[in-house]
């Protein structure tokens, strides 16, 4: 019953087979993926011997042969004229060439603020280099230099052409699929068999959720986005409770209760909050973080500004304080650089809210400053329904109302920033990149003699949730149970199969129960399903009762 899983596309994987199999660029070399794909199209040769040599420094003379295929209308007569040929070709000079080629004339010079070497920069080519960063085709290092004077590697210049010729289609699927996971998260119709009361405050019993009910749930209403829950589960993990869908594409759910939605008390584990839609949308593409909620929305838990504001955070980002330090104007440039599928982030002590953004249109004033009143940017929110907060909309086609949940809302720019929101995306929205396959290693999942599960599954993928299989000596499923590896069990990417008989029942759907199978013979079948739906059968093996 999957109906909001996005496969994986073509074009996201399209450059993870090995087609050239050069000797010196193993799948394990960092640019393997932008070299194969620039030698299968024809754009990169090696050499006879069968290598590539990715180490020995590239040669304008080699680069601009290499351009020259790819962008055959292209004029370098006048750089090769002045420059000697065999020399190695710098990085500002192949930008230079990669934005002459692709026709970027001049960008927006204040964008190379980004860099700290920035004042190393030739005059003669800043136009271009500026164009060419402006697009996202140069990303600078991780220190924020871009280190203009180096003289480029075979495979650093494949990296750059690469992402010349290929980066932007990659990278537009990429928000789309992104965009197209949040928009269903915060569009499924649904309606629920019982009514359900709920909190978010932790250590209270179902009788006191109700009394301090913050969300309350009717079965005869119809609800618009997945319900709200500090749990951090997936869209998925919500519908897994869906028993039919009518012909008006509405979801009956059956078996929410209290325990099983409310992640704030540590119990929940389906429905989602703001900062878990997001980083389930952004791992439809790929993407992984060590981030769980808002505070944790940071470089250093793989998340990433827009802009050139400073960021002035180490654990909680305190989104205020970073506006204030950075200046109105420079938040708003921030956010003039927001594309489908990025997101705006806020956060102060202990609360904050993230969106995902879907257009951005910025209107300059005369004297080339952000008209922060008549700037807009539209987003996806989740929480509409969060809060005792309701609104309806009447559907024609349903003939009644319909309870949002999820939402679309347009604010300017100055309304943004007065609530102290911050632009953020992830690595995979602006580098192309190819992305590794889903890997998953196990720790040797087993009932030892306790008859206790034990094992560790880690993924380079975000897990939605591991499923247990128990067939006995005659082949007949006797036992099967579900773990969702929301945040409140621990990390997407890593999960103990200790948590199926340790953790809070309402995390567990089903039960195994080792010690009541008949004795003989058993098999244990082990499936873990990414939070884009994709199942994987990791483990398939017997034990003995």
Known sequence: MRKTAITFLALVMAFSLSVAAYGDVPESYWAHGEIEACTESGIFEGFPDGSFRPEDVMTREDAITALTRQFKDADFSAFLN????SGAITREEATYLIAKAKGYEKGDELILDKFTDKEKISEKYKAEVSAAVEAGLILGHSD????????????????????????????????????????????????????????TQKDVTPAEAKENVQFHLYPDRIYHGV???????????FLDYAVEQDENGVYLIDGLTWENLS??????????????????????????????????????YGCLPVGNYKTVYDKYVDTGKIIKENGEQEIFRAYSQLKLADAI??????????????????????????????????????????FKRVETYF??????????????????????????????????????????KPQITDTETVFDKDTVLKGTLTCNW?????????????GEKVQTAT????????????????????VKPALIRGSVDVNALADGNCRCKVTVRLVTGEEITVRDFEFVK
């Open 82 to 85: 002045g420059n000697d040929k």
């Open 144 to 199: 924020k230099t871009f280190r203009p004077d180096v003289k480029l590697t075979r495979s650093e210049f494949a990296v750059l052409l690469y992402r010349a010729v290929y980066g932007e289609e990659i990278l537009a699927e990429r928000r789309k699929i992104a965009y197209e996971y949040m928009l269903n998260q915060t569009s499924i119709l649904w309606r629920t068999t019982e009514e359900i009361f709920y909190t």
């Open 227 to 237: 319900p709200y829950s500090y749990a951090g589960g997936t869209a998925d993990a």
């Open 263 to 300: 992640g704030g008390s540590g119990y929940g584990r389906i429905g989602n909050d703001c900062s878990s839609a997001l980083l389930h949308s952004w791992g439809q593409i790929g993407e992984t973080f060590d981030a769980t909620t808002t505070g944790y929305l940071t470089e250093k």
């Open 345 to 386: 982030v806020q956060r102060a002590n202990n609360s904050g809210h993230t969106r995902m953004v879907v257009k951005v249109n910025t209107v300059y004033l005369p004297d080339g400053t952000i008209d922060g009143e008549n700037s807009t940017m539209t987003m996806l929110d989740q929480t509409i329904n969060a």
């Open 395 to 436: 559907d024609e086609k349903l003939g009644c109302d319909v309870y949002k949940i999820g939402r679309e809302e347009t604010y300017n720019f100055a309304t943004m920033a007065s609530w102290k929101f911050i632009p953020i995306t992830c690595r995979a929205l602006i580098d192309p990149a190819p992305i590794k």
């Open 462 to 474: 975000m897990m939605d949730c591991v499923t247990l299989d128990i067939t006995d000596a005659k």
């Open 483 to 502: 773990a969702y590896v929301s945040r409140k069990t621990g990390q997407y990417r890593s999960f103990d199969m200790q948590e199926f008989v340790t």
